[in-house]
Nanobody, 122 residues
Framework: QVQLVESGGGLVQAGGSLRLSCAAS????????VAWFRQAPGKERDFVGA???????YYADSVKGRFTISRDNAKNTVYLQMNSLKPEDTAVYYC????????????????WGQGTQVTVSS
């Protein structure tokens, strides 16, 4: 059972930056695909981006060019660097890990963190 803990959320002004972290309890974390999803109030949980075990990265069109996912396997941690933040990025951000060959859907992931709130003020 992999436990995931997100951190780094907070309040930031539009145009600012935040870096979220997703720390895992297992050394085998490096073998998993890891994704970030977000859920705004009253909306569905949406895919933000993913990094595969091979370090290939994928992003939603809405964040492409602004957000970057990276991983530090020595620290069992995946990061989401968020730049040029917009009010519409406000949401609870969740990290998820799984071993599926796919990466874009919630069902592709077996383990989830508790989420961290990101609020972007205008």
């Amino acid at each position: 059972q992999v436990q995931l803990v997100e951190s780094g959320g907070g309040l930031v002004q539009a145009g600012g930056s935040l870096r979220l972290s997703c720390a895992a309890s297992e050394r085998t974390f490096s073998n998993y695909n890891v994704a970030w999803f977000r859920q705004a109030p009253g909306k569905e949980r949406d895919f933000v981006g993913a990094i595969r075990w091979s370090d290939s990265t994928y992003y939603a069109d809405s964040v492409k060019g602004r957000f970057t996912i990276s991983r530090d396997n020595a620290k069992n941690t995946v990061y989401l660097q968020m730049n040029s933040l917009k009010p519409e990025d406000t949401a609870v951000y969740y990290c998820a890990a799984g071993g599926s060959s796919r990466y874009r859907w919630q069902m592709d992931y077996d383990y989830w963190g508790q989420g961290t709130q990101v609020t972007v003020s205008s």
